[in-house]
């Protein structure tokens, strides 16, 4: 896998303000359809909300792949928060990629990275990149990176609420490509 982790402060300030401008549907999931602890009886159920982001923060569905003249970034955004609008004030989240089984990650020749239909029949599994904690307005930021070869890759994040007043849940998975 070609990419590398990093959140910085600016990112994450600016990120926020475009946030809200997404036009996708969120995920709501119910308390406890994805587990029955203690936490998911006494939360509210979620809405999690992937989104995506260039490195100048503008909302993106698609990127060119990494030139010699350039190497343009994704930024993977999560939002989370309760049904009734309310932020979630902690927690933390885990975002990951969809990942053909079998194949070694950050190989350029022999990309792991896969759609997320592969994961949904079983082709491939969800893998983690890393947590990220969760703001007081509810978003967690990652810069994801850049691919030097075009591909489509599933993500999609894992939120755990640690007393957040939501729900833990998962976003719906969202494809990204590059070109």
């Known amino acids: 896998m070609s990419?590398?982790?990093r959140v910085s402060g600016t990112t994450l300030f600016c990120a926020?303000?475009?946030?809200?401008?997404?036009s996708e549907t969120p995920l709501t999931i119910a308390p406890n359809a994805i587990g029955g602890t203690a936490e998911f009886a006494s939360a509210a159920a979620g809405v999690y909300e992937l989104s995506f982001f260039d490195t100048s923060l503008q909302p993106v569905t698609t990127l060119p792949v990494c030139t010699q003249s350039a190497c343009p970034e994704l930024v993977l955004g999560a939002h989370v928060e309760s049904a009734t609008g309310a932020p979630a004030q902690s927690g933390s989240v885990a975002f990951q990629y969809c990942s053909y089984t079998g194949l070694p990650p950050h190989d350029v020749t022999q990309a792991d990275e896969a759609p997320?239909?592969?994961?949904?029949?079983g082709t491939a599994r969800w893998k983690s990149i890393t947590n990220v904690s969760v703001n007081a307005s509810g978003n967690a930021f990652l810069d994801f990176g850049f691919v030097r070869v075009p591909r489509t890759i599933g993500f999609r994040f894992k939120f755990t609420g640690q007393?957040?007043?939501v729900?833990?849940?998962?976003?719906?998975?969202?494809d990204f490509t590059w070109f």
Do not use: E
């Not at 926020?16 to 997404?22: A, D, E, M, N, Q």
């Not at 997320?116 to 029949?121: H, L």
């Open 16 to 22: 926020v303000t475009l946030l809200g401008c997404s």
């Open 116 to 121: 997320s239909s592969a994961c949904a029949n």
């Open 163 to 165: 007393k957040s007043g």
């Open 167 to 174: 729900a833990s849940g998962l976003s719906a998975p969202r």
């Open 3 to 5: 990419y590398h982790a």
